[in-house]
């Protein structure tokens, strides 16, 4: 069964976004920039992939992306339809009826099922969830590890990491740290 990984950024006070869903509050630095280059470089969308001499790597964890409405939004803005290309795409959203790109799939019914049929799908790489802490509210119980990277930024207010879920503690495992210079601290936590 593959797993579902979710990949998200955090305040030191706990925010995966700000009140509005705004995220340009955290911090870019060259050391983080080329972890995720080197080690996440599926989770660079294609458009950007060129410039950072990194098109046509291989996925190297995940083969299937799953982000909501919001961070959907943030590429039609900028007229990029299908942001991860070389990836398979859903967009968990009630609103969008019909997909602007035939590439990116439309969740609009319950995205735990979703999930779940992606999971029992054979296959060695995973599935990631990006951005959208509603959608991770929602997927809470299906997800099976959290890449938490962790900003030296504190936000006051904003939406938590799973923003909705239901309150239901659940152990996870610190598996993978990463310290960097610019003060940025990622973990990868796998659910016991």
């Not at 630095?29 to 080329?34: H, S």
């Not at 060129?50 to 919001?70: M, V, W, Y």
């Not at 997927?139 to 938590?160: C, N, S, T």
Request: hydrophobic share 40%; aromatic share 10%.
């Amino acid at each position: 069964m593959r797993e579902l990984t979710y990949f998200v950024a955090v305040t030191a006070d706990g925010f995966a976004c700000g009140p509005d869903g705004s995220y340009d509050f955290f911090p870019t630095a060259e050391d983080t920039g080329a972890f995720h280059a080197r080690e996440y470089p599926e989770l660079i969308p294609t458009h950007i992939r060129g410039a950072l001499g990194i098109e046509g790597a291989d996925n190297r964890h995940f083969d299937t992306l799953l982000q909501g409405r919001g961070s959907y939004d943030l590429a039609l803005k900028e007229g990029v339809t299908s942001p991860f290309a070389h990836m398979r795409q859903y967009v968990a959203s009630t609103t969008i009826t019909e997909s602007p790109d035939p590439d990116v799939h439309i969740i609009s019914a319950d995205p735990v099922e979703a999930v779940r049929a992606l999971k029992r799908e054979d296959g060695d790489l995973g599935i990631c969830v990006v951005g959208g802490p509603t959608l991770a509210g929602a997927l809470y119980p299906e997800i099976d590890a959290v890449f938490l990277k962790r900003y030296p930024v504190m936000a006051g207010a904003g939406k938590p990491v799973f923003a909705g879920a239901e309150f239901s503690p659940a152990e996870f495992a610190p598996v993978e740290h990463h310290r960097f210079d610019s003060g940025a601290d990622y973990t990868l936590f796998r659910r016991r």
